[in-house]
Structure formats: structure tokens, C-alpha cells
């Protein structure tokens, strides 16, 4: 079986901040692991994803993750937030051999002026 | 290329009734999923269609079920309404052979009175 852990429901941040979202993952096998970004009322938008290559993945918006096997960890970051950074991220896995996205609770992200 | 569309946009039912909710994938995608996503929660997977099977399904009753056409396009739908059937419903599409590329909808409003 596998799973994800968000370890913040909430997290609140100044702008021009950094961010730091936090992941754990559970997986019997190597496992993709992504994180997605859904605005108020929007659907999900894929902001990056690991999939067995680099383990420091860039994404869109200046967000990274880096993958630790070690730690079981793909913690989202951005060194500066902007306000239009507000929203709730998921942390998302699966594995070759389940067709399934699994995804967290979800991070709400505030950003303060 | 439109991406993954679904309609409609918001649906309102009374318990007990039926609905069906429609999603087109995005271009060159044969693969569509289902999701639900309650109110601060994180999405649930319903189940996978390929090649207009059924190809995995998540913890869901039998009132949920599906239907993929030919031109890849998908119909959720679900029986005996009940007030915990209130959610967004999200259609995800991708290449069956690209498990990472997972696009997703802007999502169905279900509400049930």
C-alpha cells in the first residue's frame, strides 16, 4: 500500500518569505511522487513531479522538492512567496504497478502582505 | 488543445435521486480517472477507465459507476444519492502509456439536499 503524510494543515507565511511544505511518503516500491496546487475553486495543476531521476526536481513558479529515500520525505519549497503563491497543495504518490493517485490531506497556504 | 473538460460545472440534487457527470479528456489521452474530493479533503480515487473498462476501483459503493466511449470520453455516475455524496467530483486523463503525465479537470460541484 502506499500513502502520503502533509505533515501542516496550515501553514502562513509574509511575502517575500520562504515556504516549506512538508511530506512523508509510504511506498512498497520505488514511487512517483508529485505535488499539486488547487486555487479556490480551480482544479488541480500539476506544480512538479519525481519519477526516479534527479532527486532535486524543479518545478513551476520557482517551487522545488527534493527527494530523501533515506527520510521517506519530497518536502515542497520556494525561497520567496508572492501572494498569488495562497492556495492548498497536495503531496501525491503511485507506483508503476497501481494505476491510482494517492493523494494527502493537503497544506493550506496563506500568505501575509 | 482544451484540456480535460467536465460538465457541469455545478449540479444540485435531492437524496434518493440520480446523476451522471460527463468529462472529455485532454487530446491523445485514452486513460480517464475519477476523484472525489470532499470539503477540506484530499482526493479519493473512484476508479480508472481504459480501453471502455473498468481497469481499478477505489473504496467506493456500487451506486458509483462509470462509463468510457469510444472517442475516450467518460461518464461518472451515481445512484441513491446521500447527503455524504456532496463533494467536487475531479476527472483526471492520461497516455496509457505515461503513468506521470496525469492532467486533471476543473471538477463537477455536487450538492445534495
Known amino acids: 500500500a502506499q500513502s502520503v503524510t502533509q505533515l501542516d494543515s496550515h501553514v502562513s507565511v509574509s511575502e517575500g518569505t520562504p515556504v516549506l511544505l512538508r511530506c512523508n511518503y509510504s511506498?512498497?516500491?520505488?514511487?512517483?511522487l508529485f505535488w499539486y496546487v488547487q486555487h479556490p475553486n480551480k482544479g488541480l495543476q500539476l506544480l512538479l513531479k519525481?519519477?526516479?531521476?534527479?532527486?532535486l526536481v524543479k518545478g513551476i513558479n520557482g517551487f522545488e522538492a527534493e527527494f530523501k529515500k533515506s527520510e521517506t520525505s519530497f518536502h515542497l519549497t520556494k525561497p520567496s512567496a508572492h501572494m498569488s503563491d495562497a492556495a492548498e497543495y497536495f503531496c501525491?504518490?503511485?507506483?508503476?504497478?497501481?494505476?491510482?493517485?494517492?493523494f494527502g490531506a493537503g497544506t493550506t497556504v496563506t500568505v501575509r502582505a | 488543445d482544451a484540456g480535460v473538460t467536465q460538465s457541469p460545472t455545478h449540479l444540485i440534487k435531492t437524496r434518493g435521486q440520480q446523476v451522471t457527470l460527463r468529462c472529455s479528456p485532454k487530446?491523445?489521452?485514452?486513460?480517464v480517472s475519477w476523484y472525489q474530493q470532499a470539503l477540506g479533503q484530499g482526493p479519493q480515487f473512484i476508479f480508472q477507465?481504459?480501453?471502455?473498462?473498468?481497469?481499478q476501483r477505489g473504496n467506493f459503493p456500487d451506486r458509483f459507476s462509470g462509463h468510457q466511449f469510444p472517442n475516450y470520453s467518460s461518464e461518472l455516475n451515481v445512484n441513491a444519492l446521500l447527503l455524504g455524496d456532496s463533494a467536487l467530483y475531479l476527472c483526471?486523463?492520461?497516455?496509457?502509456?505515461?503513468?506521470?503525465?496525469?492532467?486533471f479537470g476543473p471538477g463537477t460541484r455536487l450538492t445534495v439536499l
Open positions: 511506498s512498497s516500491y520505488s514511487p512517483s
Open positions: 519525481y519519477t526516479s531521476a534527479a532527486t
Open positions: 487530446s491523445g489521452h485514452d486513460t
Open positions: 483526471a486523463s492520461r497516455p496509457d502509456r505515461n503513468y506521470n503525465e496525469q492532467f
Open positions: 477507465y481504459y480501453e471502455e473498462e473498468e481497469r
Open positions: 501525491v504518490v503511485s507506483h508503476l504497478n497501481d494505476y491510482k493517485l494517492s
